[in-house]
Structure formats: C-alpha cells, structure tokens
C-alpha cells in the first residue's frame, strides 16, 4: 500500500476517533458533570478500541502484518495508547491548568498531539 493511502486512512479513522471521543468528553463533562480528566481518559479509551480494529484490519494492512500475533499487536498498540495519551495529557494540563486556556478548546487541540504521537508509534512499531 502506498504511504500516501495509509496517511488517508489514517486520516479518515483519526476524524471518525476525533468526533468518537470530542462526543464523550462532552457528554461526560456537560451532561454528567465530570471532571475534564476523567471525561477525557473516557473518550480516549472508548475511541481507541475503535481505532485498533481499523488500525489492523484497514489501515496498517499487509500480506506480513497478517501473519502476526494479534495478542502482540495489541499490547503494542496499548503501548502506544499509553505514550500518546501522555503525550495529549500533559499538553491539555499545560494549556488548561497552567495557561487556563478553556477545557473544550484544549481537548480538541490535544487530539492533534494524540493522532501525531500514535500515527508515529503504530506505523513504525505496533503494525511495520
């Protein structure tokens, strides 16, 4: 596949997980009234599951990637979950806790880190 249709891909997944997750932020913090970090942890995991499914079966695919253990792709892809989702963290604690910039506009900026830190970690270690 060409590196150009993968980016696409990802980028078509990246938007369908970006609304996935922007829906439950705001249901949890505007209609359960939860804290931003909780709603966000919550939108984070709920859209991830949804991520890896397209990740392996549309995104990543290859006649080698097919072969390989599922159980190993997905504790890498949890790993690379981990290390995005810490990555958006700390970037929206910055901008909401130390910058007070507004909670809304700073989750929706943190998906951009998110979507760059996983793109990076599943192409080159989880699905290569």
Do not use: P
């Amino acid at each position: 596949m060409k590196e150009s249709t993968r980016v696409l891909r990802f980028a078509i997944i990246g938007t369908l997980n970006a609304v996935i997750t922007a829906v439950v932020i705001w249901v949890m913090m505007d209609l359960f009234h939860q804290e931003y970090k909780i709603s966000n942890l919550t939108g984070y995991f709920i859209a991830q599951v949804n991520n890896f499914i397209w990740g392996k079966y549309w995104i990543y695919i290859s006649e080698e990637n097919k072969g390989k253990s599922l159980w190993a792709q997905l504790f890498k892809f949890t790993i690379s979950c981990v290390v995005s989702y810490i990555a958006q963290f700390l970037f929206i604690y910055v901008l909401i806790d130390i910058l007070d910039m507004n909670a809304y506009l700073a989750q929706f900026f943190g998906l951009f880190v998110y979507g760059a830190v996983n793109f990076l970690f599943n192409r080159f270690i989880t699905f290569r």
